[in-house]
């Protein structure tokens, strides 16, 4: 039951253009990628982004949500529609310059991670109201962190367009993602 009432409310953001949120979310941000390189919220490339925050090695929501974005932007560039996925960490610790690369690359090698240091990070999870708790440190893994869960679209300019739940199948979280990115006609 749930589900459908969230299909319901995310189904009618496909025909319209202008966010659905009853909120400001998004903002600046200045991180480093894998490669060692300053990114803003801004694409380099004027790509649409899917962003999530999240962690490398997570094995829970990231390891849904990482997947769900390479597959949803491997769906939409067989329409011709250049989206880049992006990864801001919540583990700052563990998804260094010199480690996150590699696990993003398996996932999609489009994927950017990004990560900084503290102040810069908290200007990025305030920007889109994201909480980060550590709950316990795992033997194998390290810290594993609370945090949020959606996914968010963002224009090449890095401007806020919707949020999207990493519960939706892809073809569904295709088609919003096109009714933002391709014009109706």
Not at 139 to 149: D, K, Q, R, T, V
Request: net charge negative; hydrophobic share 45%; proline share 8%.
């Amino acid at each position: 039951m749930w589900r459908a009432a969230l299909l319901a409310v995310f189904a009618g953001s496909v025909a319209q253009a202008e966010s659905p949120l009853p909120f400001d979310l998004g903002g600046p941000y200045e991180l480093m990628d894998q490669h060692g390189q300053t990114r803003t919220q801004a694409d380099p490339d004027g790509h649409a982004q899917l962003l999530f925050f999240g962690y490398a090695n997570c094995l829970n929501i990231c390891s849904a949500a990482l997947p769900l974005m390479a597959d949803v932007v491997d769906a939409l560039a067989e329409d011709g529609v250049a989206v880049t996925p992006v990864m801001i960490t919540v583990a700052p610790d563990q998804d260094r310059v010199d480690t996150m690369g590699a696990p993003l690359a398996e996932i999609h090698p489009q994927f950017v991670g990004l990560t900084g240091g503290e102040a810069a990070l908290a200007a990025a999870y305030k920007a889109f109201s994201v909480e980060v708790t550590p709950l316990f440190q795992d033997p194998e893994y390290g810290w594993i962190y609370a945090h949020g869960s959606f996914v968010h679209l963002l224009d090449g300019s890095g401007e806020m367009l919707t949020l999207l739940p990493p519960v939706l199948d892809v073809e569904h979280t295709a088609d919003i993602v096109r009714g933002y990115l391709i014009p109706q006609g």
